[in-house]
């Protein structure tokens, strides 16, 4: 079974931009949750999606968003850009039938803001 | 809220020693999964494993072994034999059973290992 895929790898911005990161969970799991990864803040969870709805959010402003499509791929979108904002995005699937299941994690996109 | 620390944040040993990974956590919850992901320099997760609260059976699969004690509230992982592709950042991380599918990190540790 093929695992999570997140397209692309290495995007660099520059600040005041968009960016839009994507993620295809592994086939059968309806859950898709995102994280940042910095050297100073380590994992933190950004949000969840489940079933086209953003389920659980994490602590981030609102220049972070998301979607989910109804073949449970999903989006991340940051607006204007900050230097902070680079980082390792991660994103990970899960069955989703528990609000527990164990996630499986993408290789991740690696954001670098100019 | 609940946390979770790795206090050790860099490892070095040398190929075929055994090592152990620390994990401390903390939660109100009576109910949890605790987790280990480790994460080799191309930078995916790789879980490892999954262990509930009720369960504090250790658990060994092949040179890997978890030892879970709620009276310490600590999630240790034992890597024996350890082997050059052991080298990785191995984190801990921790779900109540009240926050959503929402995983909270420890600060991770860097294993060394080397030949």
């Known amino acids: 079974k093929a695992g999570v895929t997140q397209t692309p790898r290495y995007l660099i911005k520059t600040r005041g931009q968009q960016v839009t990161l994507s993620c295809s969970p592994i086939?059968?799991?309806?859950?898709v949750s995102w994280y940042q990864q910095t050297p100073g803040q380590g994992l933190q969870f950004l949000f969840e999606?489940?079933?086209?709805?953003?389920?659980n959010k994490g602590n981030f402003p609102g220049r972070f968003s998301g979607r989910q499509f109804s073949n449970s791929r999903s989006e991340m979108n940051v607006s204007t850009l900050e230097l902070g904002d680079s980082a390792l995005y991660l994103c990970?699937?899960?069955?989703?039938?528990?609000?527990?299941?164990?996630?499986?994690f993408g290789p991740g996109t690696r954001l670098t803001v100019l | 809220a609940q946390k979770v620390t790795q206090a050790q944040t860099e490892i070095s040993v040398v190929e075929k020693e055994d090592v152990t990974l620390d994990c401390v956590y903390e939660?109100?919850?009576?109910?949890?999964?605790l987790f280990w992901y480790k994460q080799p320099p191309s930078g995916e997760l790789v879980f490892l494993i999954r262990?509930?609260?009720?369960?504090?059976q250790n658990e060994i699969s092949g040179r890997y072994s978890w030892n879970f004690q709620k009276s310490t509230s600590s999630f240790n992982f034992t890597i024996t034999a350890s082997q050059v592709v052991d080298s990785a950042v191995y984190f801990c991380?921790?779900?109540?059973?009240?926050?959503?599918?929402?995983?909270?990190f420890g600060g991770g540790t860097r294993l060394m290992v080397k030949p």
């Open positions: 262990r509930n609260s009720f369960d504090e």
């Open positions: 939660t109100r919850d009576t109910t949890y999964y």
């Open positions: 086939s059968g799991h309806r859950s």
């Open positions: 990970a699937s899960s069955l989703g039938d528990s609000l527990t299941d164990t996630q499986y």
């Open positions: 999606y489940f079933s086209e709805t953003q389920r």
């Open positions: 991380a921790l779900i109540p059973n009240n926050a959503g599918n929402m995983l909270t």
